[in-house]
């Protein structure tokens, strides 16, 4: 079967274009072309560059002919850049120099930067086109991809429910192949919930490892950006393009730490068959509904009888929903503290109570939650020794997706949700103690709905984390545990309004 230019994977594009099987120009157009024809159905690309990028791609097509095969040039070009022509959706957080950037809000609808954050100016760098700006809660805070600017992005599974948040937008387009690669950003699940609802692979590496150069505290495990795909493989190479260090003209970050970015891009080959894996299906008590814990028990119950082991780690990290709760309304209070008086009514009502949170809290509760963040982080590492495993497999969100008319779930399998953060500590829970994690797809529940883990790994070892879950995704290749991918035939016979009309009443 012939695959579309917009199906392949990044690294099969790039190969294709290297090759001279496909141009460019061939490649971008038929992404824009899938956008053009689903983008009316999910909501997920919310600004679209196609002049601009299909400009850039022409111009590439003219430098490969002019640079034929066995040219030094040729040689050197293709080296340099190793997103050569592959379209790249960005999250309408991370600033495009001359592409709108309205960080989901309207106070920003017209705001066209004039220089690249550094995110995308590696990607621009490494030869990515970047073709539009994908959809994202108000300011890029909560776990459902929903604004009053734009609307919301639905579900490519079903547009009716969230697709997660709050890089929504990116985990739509890839699902739907409206680029194989897409930027996100994460602070208590941001990559990894919407790659989990999604199908597609997400990845909060270990703080330091992307440079941040727009970071408000200059020393925290929150605030990462990442990389998302639809492979671990293509995942890895976009992730060894925007871990480079210092871009010039961009300021650099001072939690960056030095690495050879490159290195990222070639992973190992694992053996599923040698691997411990350390399992946890609550974190030691953190709320998760039954049929997660269900659907979870079945991937462990099939890894039992192929991993070398299988081992429940002694983790405890329940407190890590107040601790986050406490540590995420400080860090907002340093964001926002010079605007807030400004917000109108119907700004996102997640901002504004973890902002209220820190202006009613005394400073010893934070102080409070400091100490114990560390104690967290102390006891995590030695359950991990203790265990002796690889990584831990957990599941990626609490609940299924749910309608994203509701901003988040009040309960779960009838335990209250105190707050937008309270149902999410599975995702927290290892921001919290700055550990690397990958979302990764792991076929689908009984509701025919994406169902992930997260595959975490021990901090600064990302390349290796990496190479397990791509040993993971291999063996679940053929299986019912294999990525699913959305019907786009009967996405096509929907009708949802996902507009900005279709949100009243909800902020």
């Known amino acids: 079967m012939v695959i579309a230019p917009h199906g392949l994977t990044a690294r099969a594009a790039r190969a294709a274009v290297v090759a001279g099987e496909v141009s460019a120009e061939e490649l971008v157009g038929s992404c824009l072309g899938q956008v053009e024809r689903v983008d009316p159905k999910v909501n997920a690309m919310v600004t679209v560059a196609a002049e601009r990028a299909m400009t850039e791609a022409a111009e590439l097509d003219r430098e490969l002919r002019r640079h034929g095969p066995g040219s030094m040039r040729r040689a050197a070009a293709l080296d340099e850049r190793p997103l050569l022509a592959l379209p790249v ?62 609307g919301a992005t639905g579900n490519p599974f079903d547009p009716t429910l969230t697709c997660g948040g709050s890089s929504g937008g990116s985990a739509v387009a890839l699902a739907t192949d409206m680029a194989p690669l897409a930027t996100g950003s994460d602070h208590g699940g941001s990559l990894r919930i919407p790659a989990s609802y999604c199908g597609v692979v997400g990845f909060r590496a270990t703080p330091g490892v992307v440079p941040f150069e727009e970071r408000a505290i200059s020393q ?91 081992v429940e780690v002694d983790l405890d990290l329940r407190d890590t929903t107040e601790v986050d709760w406490r540590l995420r309304a400080d860090i907002f209070a340093t964001y926002y503290h010079r605007e807030a008086e400004g917000w109108d009514e119907g700004f996102n009502p997640n901002i504004r109570a973890s902002y209220e949170t820190a202006m009613a809290a005394p400073e010893a509760e934070i102080a409070a939650a400091r100490v114990r963040q560390m104690e967290l982080i102390r006891a995590t590492g030695s359950a991990i020794a203790a265990a002796d495993v690889d990584v831990i497999i957990c599941p990626g969100v609490s609940v299924a997706p749910f309608p994203w008319r509701r901003l988040y779930p009040t309960e779960i399998d009838g335990a209250p949700v105190d707050n937008y953060m309270a149902w999410l500590t599975l995702t927290a829970a290892w921001t919290v103690v700055g550990h690397p994690v990958v979302a990764l797809p792991a076929g689908s529940d009984a509701a025919g709905l994406p169902f992930g883990i997260q595959v975490v790994g021990y901090r600064y070892r990302d390349r290796r984390l990496l190479s397990v879950a791509r040993a993971l995704e291999t063996a679940w290749v053929g299986t019912e545990f294999a990525r699913p991918r959305p019907d786009l035939e009967a996405l096509a016979a929907t009708d949802v309004d996902l507009g900005p009309d279709s949100t009243a009443g909800m902020f």
Do not use: H
């Open 220 to 310: 925290t495990f929150y605030s990462v950006q990442g990389p998302m795909a639809r492979t671990v493989d293509d995942l890895a190479l976009l992730l060894s393009v925007i871990a480079a260090r210092d871009v010039p003209g961009i300021p650099s970050d001072p939690m960056a730490f030095p690495l050879d970015a490159a290195a990222l891009a070639d992973l190992d080959d694992v053996d599923l068959g040698s691997l411990r894996i350390g399992v946890s299906a609550d974190l030691g008590g953190v709320l998760v509904s039954s049929s997660v814990r269900a659907e979870f028990d079945r991937r462990v119950a099939w890894l039992f009888d192929r991993a070398a082991a299988c």
């Open 89 to 150: 959706a960005v999250k309408d957080l991370q600033a495009t120099a001359g592409i709108r950037t309205t960080l989901g809000s309207a106070e920003f609808a017209d705001n066209v930067p004039d220089t690249d954050s550094g995110i995308v100016a590696r990607v621009r760098a490494a030869g990515g086109i970047i073709i539009g700006k994908t959809n994202i809660p108000e300011r890029s805070i909560g776990a459902n991809t929903v604004n009053r600017l734009f």
